[in-house]
C-alpha cells in the first residue's frame, strides 16, 4: 500500500508508526506520575488566593490509533472561592476532559495531562517565603498524594448517575465507603449514622429505607441526589458537577439545581457546573466560560455573558435559547456547520468556516484571549481593537494585524476550504 493520504485515510504503515509513538509517548507520560517527588516540586503559588481553583494553559490529550485528540487545548479559567462557574459549550468541546483532568480522573494511559498548569489552593499548605499562598499543582501531584485530595478537597457529579453508582452494593454500602475514607475515626454506627444524615440533606424523604435500596430501585432524580450527597460526605472545597441535571425533568432538575445552590451557601464552597443549558447557566451561575473545540473562547460575569455577549459562538448560542415570545412559525435558530475534527485542528480561528463575522485576519492566527473589561475577555478577532483600547499600559504592538498567507482573499479561501471539506466527505 502506498503511503498517500486521502483526506481521513490512513494506510497500515502510518498506523503503525502512530501506535509506536503513542505508546513511547504513554510510558513516558505514565512514569512521570510514578515518580516520588518531593512536595516543593508539586507546590506552586497561587496567583490569586481568593481563587479556589486556577487553571492555566492546560493540554489534555488522547493518544488513539487514528492520532492524538487535542480535547483540550490550553485553556484557562480560574474558579473563584465561594463562587458558582458555569462552563457551556457544545458537546464534545472538552468540558468534561477539563474537569477530569482536575480530578486526576483522565481515561489513562491514553488520555494524558501534557501541560499546563492546575492549581488548587488547598487550606492544608501554608505560604512561601515570599508570603504567596501556596497551592498543589495538580498536573504534577503524584497519584498517590492525590487520594488525599480527591473526594475529600475537590469532589464530582458525574454526568451519568447510574454508570457512576455501582450496581451491585446497595446506597448506604457506598456512602458509607465513601464517609469512612474521609472520617477514619468514625466507628460503624457512627459513619451509617452520619451517611443517613447526608441522605436526609439531600432531600431524600425515606432516607433509612434508601439507605439499604440498591441503585436500581430509585429513580433518577433519587439517585442524582445520593451521587450529591456523595460528593459532599468529604466537605469538598470544590464540587464539579457535570451535567448534574441533563437526564432529569424539569421539576426534579429545578430542585437539584436549588439543592446545589442551597448547599454551596451553607457549606461555603464553590462549584464548577458544567451543561449545556444556558437556562441553568443564567440562574446558578456567577460567572461563565464558554468552549468551544477544546478551548476557552469567552469567559466573564454572568451578566456579561448574557447581556453583552461578544464571541459570534456565545451570539449563537443565545440565539439558539427557545424564548416563550419566540414565534413559534419561525424555525429555531441553529449554527450551521460542525465543529473541527480534534486530531487536525486548524491554525486559524477554529470558529471561522461556521461564522457569520469572519474577515480577513481570522484566517491568520488563532486569536488570543483579550480582555474588553476587568471581568470580560473573548478570544476573537473582532474585538482586538476594543481590548487594545481598554488596555493602555499594554505594549502598543498587541493588536498589529497580522499578515498571513491566507488573508489575501477572504471570499476564496473560504470557499476553498469549503470544497475541500466536502471533498474530504
Ligand atoms: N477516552 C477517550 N478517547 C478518545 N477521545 C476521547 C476520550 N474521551 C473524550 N474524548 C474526546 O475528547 C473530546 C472532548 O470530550 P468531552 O467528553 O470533554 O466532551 P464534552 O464537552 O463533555 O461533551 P458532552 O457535552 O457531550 O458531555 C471529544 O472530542 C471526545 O471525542
Ligand atoms: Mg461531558
Do not use: W
Request: charged share 25%; with cysteine.
Amino acid at each position: 500500500m502506498k503511503e498517500k493520504n486521502k483526506g481521513n485515510y490512513i494506510s497500515l504503515r502510518e498506523s503503525r508508526k502512530i501506535i509506536k509513538e503513542n505508546v513511547r509517548q504513554m510510558k513516558y507520560y505514565e512514569s512521570l506520575k510514578r515518580r516520588k517527588l518531593d512536595i516543593s516540586e508539586y507546590t506552586v503559588p497561587m496567583k490569586n488566593p481568593d481563587n479556589i481553583v486556577e487553571i492555566e494553559d492546560l493540554e489534555t490529550c488522547f493518544f488513539t490509533d487514528t492520532g492524538t485528540v487535542k480535547s483540550v487545548h490550553g485553556v484557562s479559567f480560574d474558579v473563584p472561592k465561594n463562587k458558582v462557574v458555569g462552563v457551556v459549550g457544545e458537546s464534545g468541546c472538552g468540558k468534561s476532559v477539563t474537569s477530569l483532568s482536575i480530578m486526576q480522573l483522565v481515561q489513562a494511559p491514553q488520555g494524558q495531562v501534557v501541560g499546563g498548569q492546575i492549581r488548587f489552593n488547598s487550606s492544608e499548605l501554608g505560604y512561601d517565603d515570599k508570603g504567596r499562598k501556596l497551592a498543589y499543582d495538580i498536573v504534577r501531584t503524584p497519584t498517590q498524594e492525590m487520594y488525599n485530595i480527591r473526594g475529600k478537597d475537590i469532589s464530582m457529579i458525574f454526568q451519568d448517575p447510574m454508570t457512576s453508582l455501582n450496581p451491585v452494593f446497595t446506597i448506604g454500602y457506598q456512602l458509607d465507603e465513601v464517609s469512612f475514607l474521609h472520617r477514619p475515626n468514625l466507628s460503624k454506627a457512627e459513619i451509617k449514622e452520619y451517611s443517613i444524615e447526608m441522605l436526609k440533606k439531600v432531600g431524600i424523604s425515606m432516607p433509612e429505607h434508601t439507605y439499604k435500596c440498591y441503585p436500581h430501585e430509585l429513580s433518577g432524580g433519587m439517585r442524582q441526589r445520593v451521587m450529591i450527597a456523595m460528593a459532599l460526605a468529604g466537605d469538598p472545597k470544590l464540587i464539579i458537577a457535570d451535567e448534574p441535571t441533563t437526564a432529569l425533568d424539569v421539576t426534579i432538575q429545578a430542585q437539584i439545581l436549588e439543592l446545589l445552590r442551597e448547599l454551596q451557601r451553607t457549606q461555603g464552597c464553590s462549584i464548577m457546573l458544567i451543561t449545556h443549558d444556558l437556562g441553568v447557566i443564567a440562574e446558578m451561575a456567577d460567572e461563565v466560560v464558554i468552549m468551544y473545540a477544546g478551548r476557552v473562547i469567552e469567559k466573564g460575569t454572568v451578566h456579561e455573558i448574557f447581556h453583552n455577549p461578544l464571541h459570534p459562538y456565545n451570539i449563537g448560542l443565545q440565539k439558539s435559547k427557545p424564548l416563550i415570545t419566540s414565534s413559534v412559525s419561525e424555525p429555531l435558530y441553529s449554527i450551521p456547520g460542525q465543529v473541527p475534527n480534534p486530531i487536525n485542528l486548524p491554525d486559524h480561528c477554529y470558529f471561522m468556516n461556521r461564522c457569520n463575522r469572519c474577515m480577513e485576519r481570522c484566517a491568520g492566527a488563532y486569536p488570543e484571549m483579550r480582555q474588553v473589561s476587568p471581568t470580560h475577555s473573548v478570544a476573537c478577532h473582532l474585538y482586538a481593537d476594543v481590548a487594545a483600547e481598554n488596555k493602555p499600559q499594554s505594549a502598543s504592538g498587541g493588536s498589529k494585524k497580522k499578515k498571513t498567507p491566507f488573508a489575501k482573499n477572504r471570499v476564496k479561501y473560504i470557499e476553498e476550504r469549503r470544497i475541500e471539506q466536502r471533498g474530504a466527505k
